[in-house]
């Protein structure tokens, strides 16, 4: 990247960054800071500017900056310094991004983990174990925070009286619930049922 272009990702993350885009503004800093530090050229007063202009504006963005207890300083030399923050601070905020779910992605992520519970349940009727400890697999791959899938499993286990995956779906639930009275009393339950 020649220095056109670096001036020219600087300038967008700086306006990406006043425009409230802190994901899209470092991104473009990153980059930019990245093939600047790999040139090994001085830098111009000019990116001087630019660079310290974008960091004041990212010093605005104080959620990131308590969370990760950083500052975004900028001191001539120091590129590098400043290339590891923003590329920490970046990582912060697309793992969060990634965590926030979307209306319809939680959708179909929950008829999908529905779906597959309703077959464990119809399977285990059937007295189908293994399809069911399948079906079960499959919910489980579309479980997300619904801490009352653990003990729902269990229930469907212990109604066809296979104790032993009772209990371990039991135990699963009283570790994602652990203030839960109800499922703790159950796990007690069949942990005494096993034992005879």
Known sequence: MDINQIRTQLSSAKVSAKKGDLAGSLKRFIYAMHALVQSNTPVSTELKS??????????????VKDALNISFSYTAGEEKK???????AYEHLTKNQKEEESYEDALKRKKALDTYLNSAKDFLSRDFLEQADTAVEKALENYKDEHAIFAYIGE???QKNYITRAKHFYK???EAEPNNQAVAKKFIEISKMQQK
């Open 156 to 158: 469907l286990y212990l």
């Open 50 to 63: 630019l660079i310290r202009d974008t960091t004041m504006e990212y010093n605005a963005f104080t959620q």
């Open 172 to 174: 699963r639930a009283t």
């Open 82 to 88: 400043l290339l590891v923050t923003c590329m920490k």
